[in-house]
């Protein structure tokens, strides 16, 4: 993962960005009106799609795809996933919206680090 601090602030605000639009679109959709099961498929669905519109469209020349991808599909796909299953307030899509995308990246940094492991420089 990238450490410059122009990238790590990009991934960031791409990543509350992101599940921020895909948790309003899925709740105004769906907004709780499809149940638990049904509402999760379908928002993720749309969560992905807006997710692959924003991350590839927009974002992906400002901070490179490799980067942006996992993380805003991810963050997409939970976000929208909570907006088929409530119907929820623009304050509440915001804080949703903030925390998903945030956790999602946080959650994908930590991953990345357990995986990879200690770094040696200069090898």
Do not use: H
């Not at 709740?27 to 590839?56: D, K, Y």
């Not at 299953?85 to 304050?91: I, R, T, Y």
């Amino acid at each position: 993962m990238e450490k410059r601090l122009y990238f790590v602030l990009g991934d960031v605000l791409a990543n509350i960005i992101v599940a921020t639009v895909a948790l309003a679109v899925s709740s105004t959709l769906l907004g709780g009106n499809l149940g638990m099961l049904p509402g999760m498929l379908i928002g993720m669905f749309v969560g992905m799609l807006i997710a692959l519109i924003l991350s590839m469209g927009v974002l992906a020349p400002l901070l490179g795809i490799m980067e942006i991808m996992m993380p805003c599909m991810l963050g997409g796909m939970i976000a929208g996933m909570l907006g088929g299953m409530w119907d929820l307030s623009a304050a509440q899509i915001l804080q949703w919206g903030a925390a998903t995308g945030l956790g999602t990246l946080v959650l994908i940094y930590i991953m990345n680090a357990l995986l990879t492991g200690p770094q040696q420089l200069n090898r």
